[in-house]
């Protein structure tokens, strides 16, 4: 457990508060789960008590365990389904059988059954789309079922898109925390690392790796989820994403130029030429980012680097170069 005293009135005596974070075991759908939890302790009374965001770490962290450990879809990966088809919320869950409101609700974050949550995952295949929808024929009028019926035909999985994000994320795109059950999503990442770029003066990739590892970490540890949902290896120069090198070859838009440096050799500066998106980015995610911007922008690589090696989740995982869980960002050496 850790405790630590805010500057936060209590709101029961106006005394003195700590914000407390722990690991719990908590039940959800009559199973058991390890999570972490944040929450506020008032000093006189002992009364707990949370925010909008320790609420939301708890509820993220249960339910992305649940849903792995039962194979079913995160809404970022049911939307894309429902996209790929080019149908809308109601049709979807008619030819599922759902109630009305059900894909919407899924795809803002419900949580489905296990059954439900695995027929999902099935019409991700087309095949299985062609039958339930031919089964659920009666739901729609003719034209309605034909304009249905060629849209799946039609859809497509973009050989192209499936590479990138392969390129990216590497072969295994489940989520669990190892990348921190965050969205895989090519276009959101590159945003991110150009939205990085643009906001430090003469930044190398040595540096970058590292921001995006605090950024990635801290909107972990605060919300129970990663921004880019990248995994991060431990090598000799502290955390870097894996395939870094991969992906910012990747990201359209970021320059590279090669600097002579006085006392011999050459290091690479890293700029953007054109405009960052940051929608695809949200308030949470950008927070997060300018707040590691604040702590760790103006340092020079080779002192954020010496930082990073303070951190527990690479000293526990550099020996064999290991992949570092996002479970460490509980751990970092922030404060």
Not at 242 to 270: F, M, N, P, R, S
Request: aromatic share 10%.
């Amino acid at each position: 457990m850790k405790k630590t005293l805010t500057k936060m009135a209590s709101p029961f005596t106006g005394g003195r508060v700590y914000e407390v974070e722990d690991v719990e075991r908590k039940e959800f759908r009559k199973e058991s789960f390890e999570v972490h939890v944040r929450y506020y302790l008032c000093e006189d009374t002992g009364e707990q008590f949370t925010d909008g965001d320790q609420d939301e770490l708890f509820t993220n962290e249960l339910y992305s365990q649940w849903r792995v450990r039962h194979g079913v879809p995160f809404p970022d990966e049911i939307r894309k389904i429902r996209e790929r088809y080019g149908l809308n919320f109601t049709q979807m869950s008619k030819i599922l059988g759902f109630g009305v409101n059900q894909w919407r609700q899924y795809e803002a974050g419900m949580v489905p059954s296990e059954s439900q949550g695995k027929m999902i995952r099935a019409v991700s295949d087309k095949r299985v789309m062609r039958t339930m929808l031919e089964e659920s024929r009666s739901q729609f009028t003719e034209q309605e079922y034909e304009n249905i019926r060629s849209r799946v035909e039609n859809s497509t999985s973009s050989a192209v898109d499936r590479f990138l994000a392969m390129l990216l994320y590497g072969k295994d795109d489940r989520l669990s925390v190892e990348n921190g059950f965050g969205e895989q999503n090519p276009d959101k990442l590159a945003q991110m690392v150009k939205y990085i770029v643009s906001r430090c003066r003469d930044i190398c990739p040595t540096k970058l790796n590292k921001l995006m590892f605090y950024s990635d970490f801290m909107n972990y540890r605060r919300y129970g989820r990663s921004i880019s949902g990248l995994k991060y290896r431990a090598i000799q120069f502290g955390p870097v994403p894996e395939h870094y090198a991969t992906i910012y070859d990747q990201v359209d838009g970021l320059t590279k130029c090669q600097e002579i440096l006085l006392a011999g050799g050459e290091k690479t500066v890293l700029g953007v030429s054109e405009e960052v998106r940051v929608d695809l980015l949200s308030e949470q995610e950008l927070s997060t980012i300018e707040e590691i911007l604040a702590k760790f922008g103006k340092m020079l690589s080779r002192d954020i680097v010496e930082l990073s090696h303070q951190e527990p989740g690479w000293k526990d995982n550099v020996e064999h170069h290991s992949i570092i869980p996002y479970s460490y960002a509980f751990d970092l050496t922030l404060d």
